[in-house]
């Protein structure tokens, strides 16, 4: 139930101002949007100024309706979302079972260089490998959308910096870099996912 000391503004033309009402256009628009909403995105949903704290306490409301259900709402790095519940994945896998997309161990090493040494040039991951990182490797994680380029470091031949992008943390449902898992964990993380495909690895180039 709506907590009584939530102050919502005076009614508007749309009748939306009701804490039942603004939950019930919330949960249509996030169902329906393909990527995460931030609050700034869901405030433009109503005609009457609604504060972000409103709105947090709403959503927070809205994710407790939905405790018992396949689904659940989520807070990423990108804003709210709904998502699959993992246990609920291998159903929805037999309607749709094309093989998912496999990347390298290369691939899942760069990867993890990026995201817990970040931001990095291309030099220091290979370093840190002790292998030639491979052009195509860097192009598969860009392609992905989960690591780009930042900018430059300010030394001799100006190598790029490049850092995870806010859709890796939307994929793996984190808020921020902060929740990034102990690095011998972040296999789990990047098991198959209603976001992401499966990540078997295969042998290194």
Do not use: C
């Amino acid at each position: 139930m709506s907590d009584p000391s939530v102050s919502l503004p005076p009614s508007s033309s749309t009748g939306s101002s009701s804490p039942g009402e603004i939950k019930r256009i919330l949960e249509t628009a996030l169902l329906t949007s393909q990527e995460p909403l931030p609050l700034s995105e869901l405030k433009k949903l109503f005609d009457e100024e609604l504060g972000a704290d409103i709105l947090r306490r709403l959503l927070e409301e809205l994710r407790e309706d939905w405790d018992d259900k396949g689904v659940e709402l989520v807070k990423v790095a990108g804003g709210w979302r709904f998502h699959t519940r993992p246990e609920m994945q291998k159903f929805l896998d037999r309607l749709n079972p094309q093989k998912p997309p496999r990347y390298s161990r290369a691939v899942l090493e760069t990867l993890a260089i990026i995201a817990y040494r970040q931001p990095v040039t291309r030099g220091d991951i290979e370093e840190i490998r002790g292998v030639a990182v491979s052009g195509p490797v860097l192009k598969a994680l860009e392609s992905r959308g989960w690591i780009s380029a930042i900018g430059h470091r300010d030394v001799p031949g100006r190598p790029v910096l490049y850092a995870t992008t806010t859709d890796f943390l939307n994929d793996l449902n984190l808020r921020s870099l902060d929740e990034l898992p102990p690095l011998e964990e972040l296999g789990t993380l990047l098991e198959p996912s209603e976001n992401m495909g499966s990540m078997e690895l295969l042998p290194s180039p």
